[in-house]
């Protein structure tokens, strides 16, 4: 009854940016904390920065000073915001949100991924 769409991947040089967006949809009685993931080939996938319901952030030590994650509550919507991207940064990128359908239910919700792609 819930459901995340990505958008905004691409193929971008280095040094560029892009902007990454998720929706939220469905039966959505509040959201605790929405987050990005990234997993790129051969690799574990990785938490790249997460928002909780109090709009605190945390980014990993890779990204911080180049990507900032964002919320639109009134949207249900998450962003991240990605600047002077590196080759090292090509991945797909997956939306992550902890979600309450109800008072009492609870869900963790995936996106289906975005591809983000950076060229030397």
């Known amino acids: 009854q819930v459901q995340l769409v990505e958008s905004g991947g691409g193929l971008v040089q280095a040094g560029g940016s892009l902007r990454l967006s998720c929706a939220a949809s469905g039966r959505i009685f509040s959201i605790t904390a929405m987050g990005w993931y990234r997993q790129a080939p051969g690799k574990q996938r990785e938490l790249v920065a997460a928002i909780t319901s109090d709009g605190s952030t945390n980014h990993v030590d890779s990204v911080k000073g180049r990507f900032t994650i964002s919320r639109d509550n009134a949207k249900n919507m998450v962003y991240l915001q990605m600047n002077s991207l590196k080759p090292e940064d090509t991945a797909v990128y997956y939306c992550?949100?902890?979600?309450?359908?109800?008072?009492?239910?609870?869900?963790?919700?995936w996106g289906q991924g975005t591809l983000v792609t950076v060229s030397s």
């Open positions: 992550n949100a902890k979600i309450k359908p109800s008072i009492a239910g609870y869900l963790e919700v």
